[in-house]
């Protein structure tokens, strides 16, 4: 089995290997990726990291992930995952120890609870819905972002590429 890093190792081959049906930004630089940790107070997992540093943010067959970048017109401000969840923290009452990676397509927010960092340091992938406070009621995606996202994408691309 492998780790979550290797996972989105995975993952950006599978994003290159497929780029009629992907996007994504040319990636964050450790100044940036600094930033957006001293923002949202809290570091990113090993795995999700590597996937911004690689991309900034992305999709591929339809699966879109929020990651971190910039845009020349909202200037310095951090997008993306920083942005979703600063939002959510203010608005929604969002703990501060979840960070915002894509949207769930039914309300919720899919998030990285860094509460719960395993012995690698990876964060379990959940589902947040807008006003709960039970953690034990939220959904779990994966035990890592690296292989939820990677599982994820592979499915997604392998149903898009059947259709086609």
């Known amino acids: 089995m492998m780790n979550a890093v290797e996972a989105s190792e995975r993952l950006i081959e599978l994003v290159h290997e497929n780029d009629d049906i992907a996007n994504h ?20 997992p090993l795995s999700y990291r590597r996937l911004i540093e ?17 845009t020349p017109a909202m200037g310095q ?19 501060s120890d979840l960070i915002v990676t894509m949207f769930d397509g039914m309300g919720g927010l899919v998030v990285l609870d860094a509460s719960q960092a395993d012995p690698e340091g990876e964060y379990p992938v959940l589902v947040w819905n807008p006003g709960v406070s039970d953690r034990e009621g939220m959904e779990r995606l994966g035990r890592n972002f690296g292989s939820f996202a990677f599982d994820l994408c592979q499915r997604a691309v392998a149903r898009w590429r059947e259709s086609g």
Do not use: H, I
């Open 25 to 44: 930004a040319e990636g964050c630089d450790a100044e940036t990726m600094t930033a957006a940790e001293r923002d949202l107070g809290v570091e990113f």
């Open 77 to 95: 401000k951090l997008l993306g995952s920083v942005a979703e969840t600063l939002d959510a923290r203010s608005q929604y009452g969002m703990p």
């Open 54 to 70: 690689e991309f900034g943010t992305w999709d591929v067959a339809g699966e879109e992930f929020l990651g971190v970048y910039q």
